[in-house]
């Protein structure tokens, strides 16, 4: 692997960029490894990263259906913030808010992490108990959280309209919340993955798995059986589909979630804001894009399309909020399938297939998760056990009723 | 005029000079210019900076493909960022600056980037600025922000207005040019409802840049007279300077319509500044045309090198022809087209062409270099183009050949051929073929769910003749499929350009290797990515068009790539050994062109934005000073301050008032859902946790809703109307959620079932009044017997109130003797004020939500969505009284399994802190040991906390862990700021414990 720093650049410039390898290579894919990712989304590219650097575990396969980071980890609005209610998901958003703290550092890729800090806008009296809640909860979790005035808001974001059809009465704070740049997180594990011996393998499509005892030895795919001790699926979307195929059902909706961006425009917003109450969120991107998140479609739906009348409702939210942004204009939009636990909790978990392990239902807010995600789905895989982290995120809990229900208590999770 | 204005020709008015200033000096144009020909025509060719390495540069297109020619229009509240010269129409007074520069864009200290572009390429910054950590917010990111963007964000609000409009018609035909408007010619006579969409501000389109001959006539008389036919026809919708954005699932076109962009934001106006339509139609017709594609050769982005085509369309269009000495490159048959224009519009004109062999036939009035290309540009921002290098080209393409010459110029004129404009078919989830001799990716003619046909250029057909005739014979065709047959009319025209040869050469190759020396080979203009950027990507493994994309920036701009993406494949198709078709095609997402937010927007602004819902008492409570308070998309008061009462002292008052005499609470805004049919008792059986078997006629009960996982999520009274009809109530702010809800399981679920559900919630106006003295204040204004023995507690009775016909409800949310007056919702102001004026003597008071949540907290009732959250059974708000024992109910089963089933769940307490003055903060977490800095291990919070007058203490409710088996205990709540508040846990009931007050 090439090393990334200033001067390396500097001497590659001299060659005109000619001498640059790649940043990860396209093997042929063996008969057999230790493990197979199924997935190569950031989750999954962030797994094989840490099966290889933390777990010792090098002989793996990332298998992605088409081009990697081409599902949800490229079509986010890139959110990171571990500013959650439950005491099991601020352990294990927060456990990634701290690998990103270090990210761009570890994998020698610059992924933009920036903690430019984010506002939970409350608009009502509900709200305001809601973060009232949220707010004391993730401060004795140990994590940062601060109350702010309407005023100060106001002179955060100057453009707002506090006034707006519901009125901003406080905001919840957190100043290590911010954004990062999606491909590069891809890119960046990739390239980490592949350095320390993982293979990646795009165009590989999983289509079923081979089961032998009710244990997996295996997976069928698009470029012909390949063998493994163990089989970690990562795949958002379809992961609903992909448990089919193992004879197992995965208690997951699977939506279109829409964004979309603004045209370039000179730096303005500089945190990252959402509002539940009017349904808005927004950022500015290094490019000078907005970057905006709709909510997903009411129909379930495989096609990354969403309809157009949610683009509506969420620029109507965001001009009443902002209506600075009126004659400022949409330059692309699109959408991503998001699968929807009745929980809106991820699940990473062991099945009823031995040595197939699940890690989705990430939904609409995985991204922020993507290295503490991979981190304990990969220990948990190597130990066969699960990480203590990841433990209580168990499919399992939907049996037992022990759900992390963080959409009953906030409605929104981005 | 100036030397670039012709003399003749063109669609402007040369007696109506329009004055406009660009970067502080002010031109003259012509009426009927767009300022990107207004500023061609005064020479201005240097327009704007590049993004990343502050090139300067130019105007290249006439239309939306111009990634370069966008500037920030006005000042002020009309300022508006990124707005494309080329599609401008030129008004009196416009003002407009380029973007991206500074201080000016001749001199722009920016440019340095371009000193440093040898290290600045793709991918550079994913390499870099990681040391010291700190540094990439604090330093790095800052400077990176800074330099991003292009245009300004107003400042001021926007005073325009935008609207949105809905339209079906049966064929849309998006675009008319002579594919369009002969398919629109054809579909007017078959009587459906046809819609005629164009972007440009009149039809035409390649007609204007290039007209010919049709029916015998100049293309300008039958352009006028096809208009006069579609105007006359009433069938036919023809919509202007309207442009197809976005093609969704289903034929449902969104486009948005420039209505005053044409005229000076300050005319007055009524109209909106623009309009979003949103078109349903039965089958469409695309005739979006094609655009031209340009070279990738030795800096190839300067100021004064242009698409052909739009030369030709400055010299037709808008009577400017922007050099006097061109040099037209080329790689096929169609710039010789534009070649001869220019010539005619008196320019010397010398061609370039790339193709070895060259028909003679095009060669015979030009100065011809064959098998030749441009390898570099004389340019500088003070003198412009001064002349360009041309080098003979090996036969492989690869390299150049013999020594080169020198041609003087101030015009580079270009075309490497034509790219059909799929997008719309492609955001149809159309797929595409690779045509390999025309060099253009071409519809591949099937849809999925949106009928569908491209024509003309749009499909990769060039002919004038032939376009027109694939126009009507879709117009006639997709109309068959809508069983109507119309006769395909097809006009006749003089010209019908057979396409000719093309070259391939994706990249022209110059006297250094490509991506090394200075010059520079764009593929991608806006941002900055050359034909050695994607050599990088494809070196570093970014093979897959996606990844390009993203790793190049190529087609990510506010041109989503129309002049760039083609290029940018081709090139990786080179460098990885495969064919264009083989690299694939990136999918188009929507908009067409950045789409205005305000337009997407609509009306639905302010106060239309989620309209405020407010009752028929509204104004009795705005008159007596209420502070409102919103609950979902209700006002409703809050609470009554009396001569400056602070909040605090205003609900203290009122919570007295209602214990020791009478209050009145507007409770019109609960839910309230009529249940009807044969199967409505059954169907409540399996809505609530209680049993519903035996409520007689006219008797009410409390119940609580729970979800699939048995937990809480809304409750409220029912009341026996009759044996199958039921009147429910909800929670405020549940109340659609429970209506979707009762759908959801009606329609899923239990389809046989005869229950109707129907939203009554405006219907009812509803009075709570509360209070010992409530009976006989009402007792004055009904006829209804209020003894306890005719009308005891839980029951509903149906008189006359204030001579209004009303259903009295007997319950009580605060526990004090209480009727729920509900009237038809139109005469709620007038009883409201009979009910105020009868009240008088018993110091009658109106009370507000934030009393209302005292007083209900004071008797431990719950709020639903306050004291719950989604993870809370009955049982764990103490009510196992409400759980029936019946077979089934919704989510019943669910509190058999193992974590809903065990001990030491959360559970609703009452709290009292030590110091009876001390509100705990709701939210507020307690913990099983307080340590000197978080982490520490909560075991719950407070959920409802109030200073309670009525017990003269402040009063708390809680979900703590275990809670029921912990009575008595005290427990610490740690503060944000660090403090701890201890409090005793108790039953949740503060007052009256026993129940008398209500039920007496
Ligand atoms: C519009 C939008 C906005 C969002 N905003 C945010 C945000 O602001 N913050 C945040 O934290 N999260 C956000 N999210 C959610 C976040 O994007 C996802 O949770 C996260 O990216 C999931 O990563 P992943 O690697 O699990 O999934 P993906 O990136 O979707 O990866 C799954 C991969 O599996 C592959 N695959 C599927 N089936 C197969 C098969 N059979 N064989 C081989 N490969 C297969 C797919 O091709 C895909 O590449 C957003 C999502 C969307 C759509």
């Given at each position: 692997?090439?090393?990334?720093s ?8 001299l060659n005109?960029?000619k001498d ?10 063996k ?12 989750h ?6 840490y099966l290889a650097?933390?777990?010792g575990?090098t ?9 990697i ?11 990171v ?13 927060d ?8 990210l761009s550092?570890?994998?020698?890729y610059?992924?933009?992490f920036?903690?430019r800090g ?8 509900h ?9 004391s ?18 002179e955060m974001?100057?453009f ?6 519901y ?8 100043r290590?919340g911010g954004?990062?740049?999606?491909d590069?997180?891809v890119?960046?594990y990739?390239?980490?993955?592949d ?17 032998e005892?009710?244990?997996?030895v295996g ?11 163990k ?5 958002a ?5 992909m448990?089919?195929?193992a ?7 699977s939506f279109?979630?829409?964004a979309l961006?603004?045209e ?7 945190n990252?804001?959402m ?13 000078g894009?907005?970057?905006i998140g ?6 379930t ?6 309809g157009f009348?949610v ?13 600075v ?6 330059m ?9 636990t ?9 099945t ?5 392990y699940?890690?989705?239902g990430?939904?609409?807010g ?18 066969g ?11 399992f809990?939907f049996h ?12 929104v999770a981005? | 005029?100036s ?15 329009v ?15 767009t ?18 390495y502050?090139?300067?540069r ?5 239309g ?5 020619a966008?500037?920030?229009l ?13 599609i ?20 722009d200290?920016?440019a340095?980037?371009s ?21 990439w ?6 400077v990176i922000?800074r ?8 400042e ?5 207005r ?18 369009g ?15 005629l ?12 840049g ?10 300008d ?15 036919v919708t ?7 954005a976005?093609?969704y699932d289903?034929n449902?076109?969104?486009a948005?319509?420039?209505?005053t962009?044409?005229?000076?934001p300050n005319t ?8 979003l339509w949103?078109i ?20 190839n ?9 739009s030369?030709?369309?400055?010299i037709?269009h ?5 050099g ?6 080329t ?5 010789y087209?534009a ?22 036939a ?16 004389d ?13 003979a ?11 080169g010459s020198?041609?003087?110029?101030d ?6 051929g034509?790219?059909p404009t799929?997008h719309?078919?492609?955001?149809a ?6 045509d ?8 591949n003619g099937?849809?999925v769910v949106?009928?569908n046909?491209?024509v003309?250029?749009a499909n990769?057909?060039?002919g004038?003749a ?5 126009g009507?014979?879709?117009?006639k ?7 109507v047959d119309?006769e ?5 025209a003089?010209?019908?350009h057979?396409?000719?040869?093309i070259r391939?050469?994706?990249?022209v ?5 490509v ?46 790539g129309?002049?760039s993406?083609?290029n940018?494949?081709?090139?990786m198709?080179g460098a990885?050994?495969l064919?264009?078709p083989?690299?694939?095609?990136t999918t188009?997402?929507?908009?067409y062109?950045?789409?205005?937010f305000?337009?997407?927007m ?5 106060d239309t934005?989620t ?10 409570h705005?008159e007596?000073?209420a ?8 006002k ?10 602070s909040?605090h ?9 209602v ?5 009145v ?24 946790t209680?049993n519903?078997?035996?409520l ?9 809703m ?11 009274v029912?009341t ?27 329609q899923t679920?239990?389809?046989d079932?005869?229950?109707?559900a129907?939203s009554?919630t405006e ?11 409530s009976r006989?204040l009402l ?8 003894s306890?023995e ?7 009775r149906?008189?006359?109130v ?11 949310f605060?526990?004090?003797?209480t009727?729920?007056v ?8 007038y009883v ?13 008071v ?15 009732f719950?709020i ?26 919704i ?6 399994r193992?974590d809903?089933s065990r001990?030491g769940?959360k ?11 001390v509100?705990?903060?709701?939210g ?9 800095a978080?982490p520490?291990?909560m ?7 109030y200073?309670s007058?009525n017990?003269g203490r402040?009063?708390?409710?809680g979900l703590?862990?275990?809670?029921l ?10 503060l944000?700021?660090?403090t701890?508040v ?6 949740p ?6 129940g ?5």
């Open positions: 692997m090439a090393h990334f200033v001067f390396s650049l500097v001497r590659n410039a005109y960029h640059w390898p790649r940043q990860w290579r396209s093997p042929e894919p008969s057999h490894y230790d493990v197979i990712i199924v997935g190569g989304g950031a999954g590219l962030a797994t094989a990263y650097t933390e777990c575990i002989n793996v396969a990332v298998l992605e259906r088409a081009w980071g081409g599902g949800n980890s490229g079509r986010n609005t890139t959110i913030r571990s500013n959650y209610l439950w005491d099991e998901s601020a352990a294990l958003y456990h990634s808010v701290k690998l990103w703290e270090g550092q570890e994998l020698n610059n992924v933009m920036s903690q984010l506002l939970h806008l409350a608009h009502s009296v709200d305001m108990q809601e973060i009232g809640r949220r707010g909860a993730i401060h004795l979790n140990g994590i940062d959280s601060e109350f702010v005035t309407p005023e100060k808001v106001k974001v100057p707002i309209n506090l006034n707006c059809r009125p901003v009465m406080g905001a919840l704070l957190q290590r954004t990062a740049l999606h590069a997180v890119w960046g990739a390239r980490g993955a350095a320390a011996g993982v293979d990646i393998i795009q165009n590989c499509e999983v289509t079923g798995f081979k089961i005892d009710n244990t997996v997976v069928e795919t698009s470029r012909g059986d390949i063998m493994a001790n089989v970690g699926v990562v795949a979307g379809h992961s609903s589909v448990a089919e195929m004879g197992f059902r995965m208690p997951l909706e279109p979630l829409q961006v603004s370039p425009l000179k730096p303005l917003v500089d990252v804001i509002s539940n109450g009017v349904h808005a969120y927004i950022s500015q991107s290094d490019k894009e907005l970057v709709a909510s997903s479609d009411a129909y739906s495989y096609s990354q399309r969403g009348n683009i509506e409702d969420t620029l109507q939210a965001i001009c009443e909020l902002y209506p942004f009126k004659r400022v204009k949409m692309r939009q699109w959408a991503g399938i998001v699968d929807v009745v929980d809106r909790s991820p699940i990473i978990t062991k009823p297939v031995n040595n197939l699940f890690n989705c990430w939904g609409t995985g991204f922020k998760a993507t290295p503490g995600s991979g981190n304990v789905f990969a220990h948990s895989i190597a130990r056990e699960m990480h203590p982290v990841a433990e209580p995120f168990s499919m809990r037992s009723g022990a759900l992390i229900d963080e959409g009953a208590a906030a409605a981005h | 005029m030397q670039y204005r012709l003399k003749q020709g063109g669609r402007i008015d040369r007696n109506k000079s004055s406009f200033v660009f970067n502080g000096k002010r031109y003259q144009g012509c009426e009927g210019d300022l990107a020909s207004a500023l061609l025509a005064n020479g201005v060719h240097l327009v704007s900076r590049s993004f990343k502050h090139r300067p130019g105007i290249m297109g006439h939306w493909e111009d990634p370069n966008q500037i920030q006005e000042k002020g509240a009309f300022t508006t960022p990124n707005v494309f010269a080329t401008q129409e030129l008004y009196n007074g416009l003002e407009a600056e380029s973007q991206n520069c500074w201080p000016s864009v001749e001199k200290i920016g340095i980037n000193m440093l572009s040898r290290f600045y390429v793709a991918g550079f910054y994913y390499k870099t600025f990681k040391w010291p950590r700190a540094a917010e604090t330093l790095y990111e800052k922000r330099a991003a963007g292009m245009g300004k964000v107003p001021l609000p926007d005073p325009h935008y609207e949105h409009m809905h339209a079906y018609c049966d064929l849309a035909i998006v675009g008319a040019g002579p594919a408007i002969a398919a629109a010619l054809t579909a007017a006579k078959s009587g459906k409802r046809i819609m969409i164009e972007d440009a501000p009149e039809l035409g389109g390649s007609l204007l290039e007209p010919g001959t049709i029916d015998g006539a100049p293309s008389q039958w352009l006028a007279s096809a208009k006069a036919e579609l105007d006359a026809a009433e069938n023809v919509l202007t300077r309207t442009q197809v976005g093609y289903y449902y076109l969104v948005s319509e420039r209505v962009h044409h005229l000076s007055p106006s009524k109209a909106p500044r623009e309009r949103k349903r139609a039965e089958r469409v017709v695309l005739a979006t045309g094609a655009i031209e594609r340009p070279m990738v050769f030795a800096d982005d300067r100021p004064g090198i242009m698409m052909a085509s030369v030709m369309a400055y037709n808008y009577g400017v022809c922007p006097q000495k061109i040099v037209v490159f790689n096929n048959d169609s710039a087209r070649a001869a224009a220019m010539q005619d519009a008196g320019a010397s004109v010398v061609v370039v062409d790339v193709r070895a062999e060259v028909d003679e095009l060669k015979a009035k030009f100065e011809v270099h064959c098998g030749a290309g441009i390898t570099g540009v340019y500088s921002v003070k003198n412009g183009i001064r002349s360009v290098d041309v080098h080209i090996s036969a492989d393409g690869s390299t150049i050949e013999g020594p020198t041609i003087e110029c015009l580079v004129a270009q075309s490497a034509w790219q799929v719309l078919h492609t955001q989830r159309g797929k595409l073929n690779w390999a001799d025309r060099l253009c990716f071409v519809p099937t849809h949106n009928p046909t491209s003309g250029a990769g057909t060039f004038l032939d376009v027109m005739a694939e009507a014979a879709a117009a065709s997709l109309l068959a499929e809508l069983s119309v395909a009319v097809v006009p006749s003089a010209e019908n057979a396409f000719g040869s391939e050469l994706w990249i190759p110059t006297t250094h290797p991506g090394e020396g200075k010059k520079k080979h764009f593929h991608e203009y806006q941002n900055d990515a050359t034909a050695a950027d994607v050599w990088l990507a494809k070196r570093e493994g970014f093979e897959s068009v996606e990844h390009l994309k993203r790793y190049t920036n190529t087609g990510r701009g506010t041109d989503q129309k002049l993406n083609v940018g494949l081709a090139i198709a990885r050994g064919t264009v083989e690299v694939g095609f188009f997402r929507p908009p062109t950045p789409l205005t305000g337009a997407v609509g009306q639905t602004n302010d934005f309209p405020a819902r407010q009752t028929a008492m509204h104004q009795c705005v007596r000073g502070v409102f308070e919103d609950v979902g998309d209700w409703r008061p809050w609470y009554f301050p009396k001569h400056g009462e909040m002292d205003a609900v203290q008052r009122e919570c007295l008032a214990r020791q005499s009478v209050g609470l507007d409770a019109s805004t609960l839910g309230k859902i009529d249940i009807k049919g044969k199967d409505a008792r059954k169907f409540l059986n399996m809505l609530y209680n519903w078997s035996k007689g006629e006219g008797r009410c009960r409390y119940g609580l729970v979800n699939e996982h048995g937990m809480v999520f809304d409750d409220g029912t026996c109307i009759g044996e199958d009809h039921f009147h429910m109530t909800t929670t405020t702010g549940g109340a659609a959620r429970v209506m979707t809800w009762i759908e959801e399981w009606l679920e239990w389809p079932w005869e229950v109707y129907t009554v219907q009812w106006s509803v009075l709570s009044i509360n209070g010992p003295k006989e007792a004055e204004l009904t006829d209804i017997d209020l306890s005719a009308f005891p507690f839980m029951s509903m149906e008189g006359n204030c001579g209004v016909p009303a259903r009295v409800y007997r319950i009580s605060t526990g004090e003797l009727y729920e509900n009237v038809p919702a139109r005469y709620g102001r409201w004020e009979q009910v105020f004026k009868a009240g008088e003597k018993y110091d009658i109106p009370y507000g939500t934030e009393a209302m949540h005292v007083l209900r907290a004071e008797k431990g719950i639903a969505g306050q004291d719950t959250d989604g993870t809370m059974t009955p049982m764990d708000l103490g009510m196992d009284w409400i759980v029936g024992k019946k077979e089934d109910a989510g019943r089963r669910s509190w058999s193992s809903t001990a769940r559970q609703l307490v009452g709290l009292l802190t030590q110091d009876p003055n509100v705990l903060p709701e507020t977490h307690a913990v099983s040991r307080v340590l000197p978080p520490m291990d075991i719950g919070h407070v959920t409802s906390s200073m007058p017990c402040s009063i708390a409710m703590i862990k275990d809670g088996n912990r009575m008595g205990q005290t427990i610490d709540f740690v944000m700021d660090g701890s201890p409090a005793k846990i108790v039953k009931i503060f007052f009256d414990e026993a008398e007050r209500g039920r007496d």
